[in-house]
């Protein structure tokens, strides 16, 4: 939510800044701007502030030029106080101009600090930031306080989470950097330093990084980087190396980055058998983890979105071989409704981004109660990654659809390996015979047959999702999780009310939604105790009029079945069975016009709670 980029001490300000928004407009794409200066210590200079409604390219278009600097911080926006509109836009400036603001997270008492303190101040849109700002303006003036001691009295007043980036403009060569809670890392480069929400922003100048902690404050110039807590003590903290590799972060010839890494998705399983297997196919999981769960009488999964459906897509093979019950948690609800806990509770975090506000809020209190948790993301060195006792990554390479694919069958390959790894532990009959590497490298080839059949699958649905208002995935067990998760990608880009449901419930009551023509899209793994049942609720629906289309794995397959996946492994059935499901909202999107990597009100990072 909300992307942040600055730059201080490069001859071209600018081109950095664009650059940079351009890679963080997964986070936010409602509106962005730029505030660019000259960097030089003891020259006083105005900059130019360019804010524009909409995405980075219309920001792109108002900037001509003569707009140049060798400082600026930049903004992209996703909307949480405030409709998406210019005067909301983030940089945001105090009243006489001076001060300068990008904000990523929600000031919870800002209304408070409004009426305290800024009573008589004019403001020019509705944000929580905008209110920042004016504070850190008004207690230099009234308090005669330099800009950090200014800055760093704001913070104590403020409430909520932040990411801020600030500059003076009579003092055009420092970025002066806070937050908490909300994610920002710090660039290093050559004679030139850099502040971001994602490291990726930056990866074109620097793969030399250092973290910000909660509650620290950043003093940035070309040349030093001082850190500070709240106190005012100096904190010292090494730089890290970061991986990121440029071609990673790039399109390549895909139209959008939902097809290539959907279409990338074989190439993550391998790496995950490399990654979490030795030559031999012993499974390699950190022992620590290990020897955790196996002394946890319970398994607690919390995720959001997608990470959500992973999680309940792992569960039975959890649960089959590590022998422990596993129970989900939507993390927005465990985060002030947590239900009563077993005795030994080990908490899996699933969250590809690692930044998710309400997942944090949990672990937060997870963390206060003492008790061993496991973060399994996509983001080495993100919020979630640091803040658990244990990380398991994902090594999908970076996923910047906002439309979550390859995290999701790369969460439930990851949470396989380490379900046999515990299972292997315990000596479980069922994990000691789950050739997990030899399994995943089938579910790799079935996932490439059924990208081979892109254009059949095309076919089947692009009349069928044409112009509906309204869809229906339906399924039993495993198909039923992925039904979940199929109906939130159809919704999420293609705009189609879609329900994933259990399909033996609808009978309960929702299938007096089905009418002539409803879409029905029935997923049926080679599960024999359920196939026959959900071929019975199909036959349902059809009798009222819903046109139906089936995916089905090849040994359950009858005639007239119209997606076929082929058979793999029921622990890791949800993986093969979910491609077709993202190619089809995939092609609803494109056919409807869509933009399909950002699906309106979205963001990619959801780091507000
Ligand atoms: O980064 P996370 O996995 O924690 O994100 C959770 C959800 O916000 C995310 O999965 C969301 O549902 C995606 N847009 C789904 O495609």
């Known amino acids: 939510m909300c992307g942040i980029v600055g730059v201080v001490g490069h001859k071209n300000a600018r081109d950095i800044l664009m650059q940079g928004l351009e890679k963080l407009e997964y986070r936010g794409y409602d509106s962005a701007g730029i505030f660019v200066t000259s960097a030089q210590q003891g020259?006083?200079?105005?900059?130019?502030?360019?804010?524009?409604?909409?995405?980075?390219?219309?920001?792109?278009?108002?900037?001509?030029?003569?707009?140049?600097?060798?400082?600026?911080?930049?903004?992209?926006?996703?909307?949480?106080?405030?409709?998406?509109?210019?005067?909301?836009?983030?940089?945001?400036?105090?009243?006489?101009?001076?001060?300068?603001?990008?904000?990523?997270?929600?000031?919870?008492?800002?209304?408070?600090?409004?009426?305290?303190?800024l009573s008589a101040d004019h403001f020019d849109g509705e944000t929580d930031t905008e209110v920042a700002v004016h504070l850190i303006a008004a207690l230099a003036e009234q308090e005669g306080l330099d800009t950090l001691e200014a800055f760093k009295k704001a913070l104590t007043l403020i409430e909520g989470s932040y990411a801020f980036a600030l500059m003076d403009r009579t003092r055009p060569d420092v970025i002066y950097v806070a937050k908490n809670k909300s994610p920002l890392l710090i660039g290093l480069g050559d004679g030139y330093h850099m502040v971001c929400s994602d490291a990726m922003a930056m990866i074109r100048e620097t793969s030399e990084f250092m973290e910000i902690h909660d509650h620290e404050l950043v003093i940035l110039t070309k040349d030093t980087v001082e850190?500070?807590?709240?106190?005012?003590?100096?904190?010292?903290?090494?730089?890290?190396?970061?991986?990121?590799?440029?071609?990673?972060?790039?399109?390549?010839?895909?139209?959008?980055?939902?097809?290539?890494?959907?279409?990338?998705?074989?190439?993550?399983?391998?790496?995950?058998?490399?990654?979490?297997?030795?030559?031999?196919g012993q499974v390699t999981v950190d022992q620590g983890i290990i020897e955790a769960l196996v002394n946890a009488d319970r398994i607690y999964i919390i995720a959001a979105g997608t990470s959500y459906h992973a999680g309940y897509a792992s569960?039975?093979?959890?649960?089959?071989?590590?022998?422990?019950?596993?129970?989900?948690?939507?993390?927005?609800?465990?985060?002030?409704?947590?239900?009563?806990?077993?005795?030994?509770?080990?908490?899996?975090?699933?969250?590809?981004?690692?930044?998710?506000a309400d997942s944090r809020q949990v672990l937060v209190k997870v963390n206060a109660l003492g008790l061993p948790s496991l973060t399994v993301t996509n983001v080495p060195g993100s919020t979630l990654s640091r803040e658990a006792s244990f990380t398991m990554l994902l090594h999908a390479g970076p996923e910047i659809a906002v439309a979550s694919t390859k995290a999701y069958t790369a969460q439930i390959a990851t949470l396989a390996f380490l379900?046999?790894?515990?299972?292997?532990?315990?000596?479980?009959?069922?994990?000691?015979?789950?050739?997990?590497?030899?399994?995943?490298?089938?579910?790799?080839?079935?996932?490439?047959?059924?990208?081979?059949?892109?254009?059949?699958?095309?076919?089947?649905?692009?009349?069928?999702?044409?112009?509906?208002?309204?869809?229906?995935?339906?399924?039993?067990?495993?198909?039923?999780?992925?039904?979940?998760?199929?109906?939130?990608?159809?919704k999420e880009i293609s705009y189609i009310q879609c329900e994933g449901f259990a399909a033996g419930e609808l009978k309960h009551g929702t299938i007096a939604l089905i009418e002539d023509q409803t879409p029905v899209i029935a997923l049926i793994s080679n599960n024999p105790k359920v196939a026959a049942h959900t071929r019975g609720n199909v036959s349902e629906v059809v009798a009222r009029g819903a046109s139906v289309v089936t995916i089905v794995e090849r040994a359950a397959a009858i005639d007239g079945d119209d997606i076929i996946v082929n058979t793999v492994h029921p622990y890791l059935s949800s993986i093969a069975m979910v491609v077709p499901t993202q190619l089809i909202a995939y092609y609803a999107s494109l056919h409807r016009g869509l933009d399909v990597d950002k699906p309106r009100n979205l963001a990619k990072s959801v780091t507000v709670e």
């Open 43 to 117: 020259v006083q200079e105005t900059g130019q502030l360019i804010k524009s409604v909409g995405r980075i390219a219309d920001l792109r278009e108002k900037i001509g030029i003569d707009v140049a600097g060798t400082a600026g911080i930049g903004h992209t926006r996703w909307a949480t106080h405030g409709k998406p509109a210019a005067h909301n836009a983030h940089p945001h400036t105090s009243s006489d101009g001076r001060f300068v603001l990008v904000h990523n997270g929600v000031i919870e008492n800002y209304l408070a600090l409004k009426q305290d303190y």
């Open 419 to 490: 379900a046999k790894a515990v299972g292997t532990a315990i000596q479980n009959d069922k994990a000691q015979a789950f050739d997990i590497v030899h399994e995943l490298s089938i579910v790799a080839q079935t996932i490439e047959t059924t990208l081979s059949e892109k254009a059949w699958i095309e076919n089947k649905i692009t009349g069928l999702l044409a112009t509906t208002r309204n869809a229906f995935y339906i399924g039993r067990g495993q198909d039923y999780y992925v039904s979940m998760e199929a109906s939130l990608k159809l």
């Open 227 to 280: 850190i500070h807590d709240l106190a005012g003590n100096i904190v010292s903290r090494e730089s890290y190396t970061a991986e990121l590799d440029l071609s990673d972060i790039g399109k390549g010839t895909y139209p959008f980055y939902m097809l290539k890494e959907i279409d990338e998705q074989p190439a993550v399983m391998r790496k995950l058998s490399q990654v979490y297997a030795d030559e031999n």
């Open 315 to 356: 569960k039975y093979l959890l649960e089959e071989l590590t022998e422990k019950p596993v129970e989900l948690g939507i993390a927005s609800e465990w985060g002030y409704n947590m239900p009563r806990l077993s005795d030994k509770p080990f908490f899996i975090f699933l969250s590809q981004s690692g930044e998710t």
